[in-house]
């Protein structure tokens, strides 16, 4: 194929290994006309670790029998001023994804006000900061009765009030309950389910987001001693229209099932070029190395961590007092 010149080979990353990426001519040979595929451009190195661990989700999901909409999909399809709507429609009823009707399962559009005039907004988020008027998820899940989930893969930690207008957006686009107001004995049943554009919003993210996400371990920042119970509790907490969701204990870890917000670790274990570059982006520099380096620390790491029922992740286990020195030691031993 890459003699045909359909496909052609990246090996910028040498993390990644070696790379394929059609070309335009195999994008035409293997697409329809109106695929967003057929506009796609070759990722720089930069945004090459988010996109194939999106690639990888998708194919997970799709791999499982359920139905993802792309970014590019979404970039197609619903536009900034409206345009082409029998298309989305047509696109998203062949995606099996439904309007809800008196409270049915389905989706709730989104209204946005534009120059253009009101537009319903299935597959973007509409934003409520100053940063951007709407957000794009990196994937959308079809759920078998017709909704949507939104997935966000996330590497890297945001600014404190960036990722926290980001929640208020999924806060208000995701399921809530009716409103009722705080402290006055209601629970999720008696306050009834409040359908809106988006079922949820699962977070696949690596460990120091999680924490942003959640809050530190106990509950207290450990540097300055004070509450930390996690941006989505607090952003959650202000709204009457959620406050019930992460209210209880059991809640907290962000781990149930069809809730607003589920938030899950990032494994890249089965990689180790992709482990290797997430690593030196979540790690202070001292600790970063090459990649030969870096599988000798590794090494060390994993004999001495063999026999721990929950072995202490290698970025955390590398910060320890001694361990880095100990790592360079058995570097040069070599």
């Known amino acids: 194929m890459a003699q045909a010149g ?9 993390w990644a290994g070696t790379v394929v990426w059609p070309t335009t001519i195999g994008r035409q040979a293997a697409t329809d006309e109106d695929s967003p595929l057929r506009v796609m451009e070759t990722p720089a190195d930069s945004t090459l670790p988010h996109r194939l661990l999106v690639a990888e989700e998708a194919l997970r999901l799709l791999a499982a029998g359920k139905t993802v909409i792309t970014e590019r999909e979404i970039r197609l399809y619903e536009t900034v001023s409206g345009a082409n709507l029998d298309a989305r429609d047509h696109f998203l009823a062949e995606a099996g994804v439904r309007r809800s009707i008196d409270g049915s399962p389905g989706v709730v559009p989104a209204v946005e006000h534009t120059e253009h005039g009101s537009v319903e907004r299935w597959l973007t988020l509409p934003m409520p900061g100053v940063h951007t008027a709407f957000r794009i998820p990196d994937l959308l899940e079809v759920t078998d009765r017709g909704e949507l989930r939104a997935i966000e893969v996330e590497t890297a930690q945001k600014s404190l009030s960036r990722m926290r207008e980001i929640l208020t ?3 208000d686009a995701c399921l809530g309950h009716n409103m009722v107001p705080q402290d006055a004995g209601y629970d999720l049943p008696k306050a009834g389910a409040l359908r809106r554009q988006f079922l949820g919003v699962r977070w696949i993210a690596t460990e120091p987001v999680l924490i942003q996400l959640r809050g530190h371990p106990g509950g207290v920042d450990p540097v300055t001693g004070k509450d930390d119970v996690g941006l989505v509790r607090e952003v959650w907490e202000e709204s009457m229209n959620t406050h019930l969701f992460y209210k ?19 494994d890249v274990s089965h990689d180790p070029g992709l482990e290797y570059q997430l690593h030196q982006r979540v790690l202070p520099a001292k600790f970063r190395t090459s990649m ?4 000798v620390w590794r090494k060390v790491w994993e004999h001495e961590v063999t026999d721990d029922a929950e072995p202490v992740p290698f970025v955390q286990w590398l910060r320890a007092p001694g361990n880095l020195k100990r790592c360079r030691e058995a570097s040069r031993a070599l």
């Open 169 to 171: 957006g999924y806060r």
């Open 6 to 14: 359909l496909v052609k080979r990246l090996d910028t990353a040498p």
């Open 248 to 266: 209880d204990k059991d809640t907290w870890a962000l781990s149930k099932k069809n809730w607003p917000l589920r938030a899950t670790a990032l």
């Open 292 to 295: 030969q380096e870096w599988r």
